[in-house]
């Protein structure tokens, strides 16, 4: 089956591609599927919404099975931020490094033990009848005190996922990040859901 990735993040969209491959689902991009997919704005309070949002805007346009992500940092020191906000949490959206500096900053006080936090993953699938299909993923780990690591992307560098034995996510290789990553979480939940569907090829 082919399903259309709504996402302008191309490191975004080469992990979605990775993952739902090995599940059977063939992943397109807006230029694949001669199309193009108007930026859509994040307004939702959750993670769900703001997939949610991405995935109408893209069924909409297209006119196809459309499959969308919305995810962040959750840091329980400050209270579930940056959350939805994640990509612009230093004020630029997609700065990846200001966001970093930003949030180590906020945690310069907060010792070892204090700095649970977790990667959530929301995906919603909107199909053309109206159906919509929404799982969610997380990887709970800490914030480390500095950066370390030259993979992934987003707050990479400075997360130490519960799974991996003192690694930063952007430590691992791709093939160990998907192993536990919390939108490898997301999509094998979607991927369940999805078992039984009917769909057009």
Same mark, same amino acid.
């Given at each position: ?25 063939? $992943?397109?991009? &807006?230029?694949? *599927? !001669?199309?193009?997919?108007? @930026?859509?704005?994040?307004?939702? #309070?959750?993670?769900? /919404? ?33 959350? $939805?906000?994640? &990509?612009?949490? *230093? !004020?630029?959206?997609?700065? @990846?490094?200001?966001?970093?500096? #930003?949030?180590?900053? /906020? ?36 914030? &480390? ?57």
């Amino acid at each position: 089956m082919k399903f259309l990735i709504a996402t302008h993040n191309l490191k975004k969209r080469d992990e979605l591609q990775r993952i739902l491959k090995p599940l059977g689902i063939d $992943v397109l991009i &807006a230029e694949e *599927a !001669g199309v193009e997919l108007t @930026d859509v704005e994040e307004t939702g #309070k959750t993670f769900e /919404e703001n997939a949610r949002l991405k995935a109408l805007g893209g069924c909409r346009e297209s006119g196809l099975i459309c499959i969308a992500d919305d995810s962040g940092l959750m840091v329980d020191a400050l209270d579930g931020a940056p959350g $939805v906000y994640s &990509a612009r949490f *230093a !004020g630029e959206h997609g700065n @990846d490094e200001k966001n970093i500096i #930003k949030l180590l900053d /906020e945690l310069k006080d907060v010792p070892n033990e204090k700095r649970t936090a977790r990667f959530v993953s929301a995906v919603c699938c909107v199909f053309p009848d109206g159906r919509e299909l929404v799982s969610r993923g997380t990887c709970e780990g800490k914030i &480390a005190f500095s950066k370390r690591g030259s993979g992934g992307f987003g707050y990479d560098p400075v997360f130490l996922p519960d799974d991996v034995n003192g690694k930063t996510m952007a430590e691992l290789s791709p093939e160990e990040k998907d192993a536990i990553s919390h939108r490898r979480r997301a999509l094998c939940a979607f991927a369940e859901k999805l078992k039984g569907q009917n769909y057009d090829e």
